[in-house]
Each structure stands twice: as structure tokens, then as C-alpha cells.
């Protein structure tokens, strides 16, 4: 009886363990991207995942929210980030990256000049070189491969941009995920002057989904940028009964009367993109 219960362990024990190599091999072999808007309350972090490849972009205002966000998404075995991106210094985008660079192996950190006199980010920085993290510099013209025909490209800032502690925001990183037809803007904080920038720029701008700058701020999304943009969809991250009354009325108007698709973090929680197909929309789905 000892032996064959034995037995049923071992064989238990072995066949979780080829479960999990085989989720293992399939994860790090998936061509699929993902673009996933946590939800962490009022502020932002968005995980772009494309097999074993992640980059993080900002991490929210808590730490313990983020960690349980990313246990969501990324496999228990899988504990490298290639690329955490800090959009801006303020801490409703980097607060939960403290804990992040804590709890995984981060790649590299990508950050522009702009900087700050809080705590929190002196913690963040401290990691960065007791870990002996590279820093990639966020200025236009920096670009990321995520495999066959996926790009993550940085529109913003030019060199030129100038940094203020006092005003973060108009160093915003903004970056374009490309994926065959589908592509996705992110926008940090940007306010609406940076946003005429972008377009005095020439850049294409032209995206399907919108992260809306600045949790709906009544400073950014301009009608201008807007039209430059031209989304289907528009994610709003923002957190529950805020006191800054994001998403401005406004904003929401202006978003309503260009007919663009809104989808908010603090209405749907987790908002998530499959991309499967290059020559197909991505699409959302329920979380």
C-alpha cells in the first residue's frame, strides 16, 4: 500500500512537472502580442507582452497592487522583465516600479533627463545602480524589436525638449507600438503644447488605440492631436471617484463627438489587446 501511494505521488509529481515544461515551451513560443492597461488605480502602468518578452510601462501608485497585476499576467516561472519604461518622474507612474525592480529581473530601465526630488524616486534610482540596471536613454528615434513586423518606437521627447522638476509632464515619454496593421500610441502625461510639437514633427502619429494623456486631463487630448491621431479606441487609466475629476467632461466630450470608442480602467478594470495575426485587428478581451 506504502509503495503504491508512493507511486501515485511520483507519478502526480511527474506529470505537473511536464505541465508545466510544456507551458513553459508554449509561452516562450507564442508569437501573440498582448497589450494589457492595468488597472492600479489613478495612475498608469501598461504590460506589452510577446512570448517570454515583457516591457513594462510605469508601475502605478502601489507597489503590492502592481506585484499582484503582473502574478496575473506574467507565468510564476517567468521572473525576467526584458524593459521597464518610466514614462515621467511623478509617483502615480513609477511608485509600484520600486517593487517591481524588487521582485524581478529587469533588463534595462529606460528614462529620460527629466528627474525629481521625491523620495520615491531616489529609491528608484538608488536600485537602478545597486543593481547595476543599464538606463536607456527615452529621446525620439530609440526603437525596440518585439520580433517579425512588432516595433516599439519612441515619438518623444526630441533632445531639444526641455526638462523642468517643476513640470514633469512635458517629458513624457511617448512611445508607438506597431504590429503589422495595429498600432497602439502611449502618451505618459503629455500636455497639449508637446502634443503640437509631436505634430510640427511630421511624425505619424496615426494609431487604433490611444492611451489618453494624463488620466483625461483637460491639458491634453487636443482636438488637433486628435485628428493627428485618428483612434478607434481610447483607454482612459484613471482611478475611481479621484479628487482631479479625471476624465475631464470635456475630454469626454471631445472624445465622444470625434465617435471614438472609450474604455476605462476604473468602469472595466484590466483592459487587454490580443494581437494573433499581423493582418487582423487586435482584439479585446474580458478579463
Known amino acids: 500500500m506504502q509503495r ?5 505521488i511520483f507519478l502526480s509529481a511527474l506529470f505537473i512537472l511536464v505541465l508545466i515544461l510544456a507551458g513553459i515551451i508554449f509561452h516562450s513560443q507564442s508569437r501573440d502580442l498582448k497589450v494589457i492597461f492595468l488597472d492600479v488605480g489613478q495612475g498608469d502602468a501598461i504590460l506589452i507582452e510577446r512570448g517570454s518578452q515583457q516591457i513594462l510601462i510605469d508601475g502605478g501608485p502601489s507597489g503590492q497592487v502592481l506585484l499582484d497585476k503582473l502574478g496575473k499576467y506574467i507565468p510564476f516561472w517567468d521572473r525576467n522583465i526584458e524593459l521597464v519604461m518610466e514614462s515621467h518622474p511623478d509617483a502615480d507612474h513609477i511608485t509600484g516600479l520600486v517593487d517591481v525592480l524588487k521582485n524581478y529581473s529587469v533588463g534595462a ?3 529620460t533627463s527629466a528627474t525629481s526630488d521625491s523620495q520615491v524616486y531616489r ?3 538608488e536600485l537602478i545602480q545597486t543593481k547595476n540596471i543599464n538606463i536607456v536613454t527615452g ?3 530609440e526603437k525596440i524589436n518585439l520580433g517579425a513586423e512588432t516595433q516599439l518606437e519612441v515619438l518623444g521627447p526630441s533632445p531639444e525638449t526641455p526638462t523642468n522638476a517643476q513640470d514633469t509632464n512635458a517629458a ?3 512611445t508607438k507600438l506597431s504590429f503589422g496593421d495595429n498600432s497602439f500610441l502611449f502618451t505618459g502625461d503629455l ?3 508637446q502634443e503640437a510639437a509631436l505634430i510640427s514633427a511630421g511624425l505619424n502619429l496615426n494609431s487604433r488605440v490611444l492611451k489618453v494623456g494624463h488620466h483625461g486631463s483637460k491639458y491634453s487630448s487636443s482636438p488637433a492631436f486628435l485628428g493627428a491621431v485618428h483612434p478607434t479606441d481610447a483607454v482612459i487609466s484613471v482611478g475611481k471617484n479621484n479628487r482631479y475629476g479625471h476624465p475631464a467632461p470635456e475630454i469626454m466630450d471631445r472624445l465622444k463627438s470625434n465617435n471614438i470608442n472609450i474604455f476605462r480602467t476604473d468602469e472595466l478594470g484590466d ?3 490580443e494581437c494573433a495575426d499581423v493582418e487582423k485587428r487586435c482584439a479585446m478581451v474580458a478579463n
Not at 503504491?4 to 501515485?8: E, G, I, P, V
Open 123 to 125: 529609491k528608484l534610482q
Open 271 to 273: 483592459i487587454a489587446y
Open 191 to 193: 500636455p497639449s503644447e
Open 4 to 8: 503504491r501511494k508512493a507511486t501515485y
Open 172 to 174: 513624457s515619454i511617448v
Open 109 to 111: 530601465v529606460m528614462q
Open 139 to 141: 529621446e525620439r528615434g
